[in-house]
T-cell receptor, first 111, second 111 residues
């Protein structure tokens, strides 16, 4: 079983809908949680960075962490066709720099 | 502008040949990483380096080698021992405790 699980999708939504993405993990030592967006044939770019449990909002993006359930989520409000990409979750323990990535969820926002 | 530069963008390797992928960063980051990305498999860590002249194997180091002679540079050699090298290779860097900054990737194909 992988340490971080993520549904590969594809997740198809109409423009303007809310996109809901999530990851589950098994290592209770993970303390820092990230979401990356990756366009086709490009490197991932960091979207959200959160520590421990709670919510964080940045524009149309909201990240949630529920450490008791070992579950993290990313919500994209008012989705646009330009949000069509693969979204990767990543996490790490308190000490060290190594990230563990989920497999990514492909999202398609249709005009 | 600061960032990570990977070259070449596309690379073709013949059977039995070693090839080297370049990764250069001007972000003054201490840590650098190499990942391999295959369809449906997410990012898998090949090698990482926390400081100059030091590096550690990741999860799939067999058939690969690296060097870290300068802070800015972390080249990856794909040797003939790597039996299935066709993939998208991503280089990243980070500060301690920070998120990763990724390059644009190199797509390697065996011909």
């Amino acid at each position: 079983q992988k340490e971080v699980e993520q549904d590969p999708g594809p997740l198809s939504v109409p423009e303007g809908a809310i996109v809901s993405l999530n990851c589950t993990y098994s290592n209770s030592a993970f303390q820092y949680f990230m979401w990356y967006r990756q366009y086709s044939r490009k490197g991932p770019e960091l979207l959200m960075y959160t520590y421990s449990s709670g919510n964080k909002e940045d524009g149309r993006f909201t990240a949630q962490v529920d450490k008791s359930s070992k579950y993290i989520s990313l919500f994209i409000r008012d989705s646009q066709p330009s949000d069509s990409a693969t979204y990767l979750c990543a996490m790490r323990v308190a000490a060290g720099n190594k990230l563990t990535f989920g497999g990514g969820t492909r999202v398609l926002v249709k005009p | 502008d600061g960032g990570i530069t990977q070259s070449p963008k596309y690379l073709f390797r013949k059977e039995g040949q070693n090839v080297t992928l370049s990764c250069e960063q001007n972000l003054n980051h201490d840590a650098m990483y190499w990942y391999r990305q295959d369809p449906g498999q997410g990012l898998r860590l090949i090698y990482y380096s926390q400081i100059v002249n030091d590096f550690q194997k990741g999860d799939i180091a067999e058939g690969y080698s690296v060097s870290r002679e300068k802070k800015e540079s972390f080249p990856l050699t794909v040797t003939s021992a790597q039996k299935n090298p066709t993939a998208f290779y991503l280089c990243a860097s980070s500060i301690p405790g920070g998120g990763y900054t990724f390059g644009s990737g190199t797509r390697l194909t065996v011909v």
